[in-house]
């Protein structure tokens, strides 16, 4: 443990820290962004050609439309700030794949997937947005490339990306696909930890509050996902992500400030329909 904290300060020193858009929070990157956008373009059309795509075109116009509205207002965002470049590289795409397990996630460079089973959860367009708004939180966060960085001194000795990358190409991938947060867990490490989820709700209700939608509905959601659980509040999902009961509280701590952003829109959310489901949460 403490060889692996000494990496981990040695490399910080190397390579430098940034720091997360509003939360100003630092973090250690190991991965230039443009490796994590060419893994996460390579992974994103591994799961479109594997996966079936929904046919529904108004469900998938509405994850198109809310997607590219958070986009938008992220993209602006990060301009008035003087931080576009931290979207250099970004190609954003939104999919929707026919799947009941209750998912969505968001690569690093925009790649965006909802799987159909989180619709019902999501109940309308803003309980999209506020979906969409913490996916997309994660990959402007950079929480991929934390996470995987973190694996890379802890699973693979620190080693070059370049290098883990040409020698271990298959076990590269399976990280990268990992700390995406799509599929299972690699090495025993998990998509995020509770800070990140943490970070990436309370930048999520910002995101879809700068877009037009309420932020309101982000506790609410949340409140529908620990019904459908059975109100399991007791434990937190895989020992890192918060317990529904300790995000919902967070949730509303945060309303104030996301309000703060929040421009309304003009047309009613559009419901979605139910349909059966498995949970799988990022």
């Not at 990268?176 to 989820?197: C, D, I, K, Q, Y």
Request: with cysteine.
């Amino acid at each position: 443990m403490k060889k692996l904290l000494l990496a981990i300060t040695l490399l910080s020193v190397l390579y430098g820290c940034k720091t997360v858009p509003l939360t100003g929070r630092k973090q250690m990157i190991l991965i230039p962004a443009t490796t994590m956008n060419s893994l996460a373009a390579s992974s994103f059309e591994e799961v479109r050609s594997t996966s079936k795509l929904s046919t529904n075109v108004e469900q998938t116009a509405m994850i198109k439309r809310v997607g590219e509205r958070i986009k938008k207002a992220v993209e602006e965002y990060m301009a008035s700030i003087n931080r576009s470049s931290d979207l250099k590289g970004f190609q954003w795409e939104f999919i929707l794949i026919e799947d009941p397990t209750i998912n969505a996630w968001c690569m690093p460079g925009g790649k965006v997937a909802f799987y159909t089973g989180i619709l019902p959860v999501c109940k309308d367009e803003a309980g999209v947005a506020v979906v969409m708004g913490h996916e997309i939180a994660h990959a402007l966060a950079n929480h991929g490339a934390e996470r995987m960085s973190l694996a890379l001194v802890q699973q693979m000795g620190g080693i070059a990306i370049g290098v883990a990358m040409s020698e271990q190409p298959e076990t590269t991938q399976a990280l990268a696909m990992t700390a995406f947060g799509v599929g299972s867990t690699v090495f025993g490490t998990l998509p995020h930890s509770r800070r990140n989820e943490y970070e990436a709700d309370r930048l999520g209700m910002i995101f879809m509050a700068m877009a037009g939608y309420d932020p309101n509905e982000a506790p609410k959601f949340w409140e529908r996902m620990m019904a459908l659980s059975g109100n399991k509040s007791s434990s937190d999902f895989l020992s890192t992500h918060p317990a529904n009961e300790k995000r919902i509280t967070e949730l509303k701590k945060r309303i104030p400030e996301a309000m703060k952003y929040y421009k309304p829109q003009s047309t009613p959310p559009t419901p979605t329909p139910k349909t059966p489901t498995r949970i799988i949460r990022n």
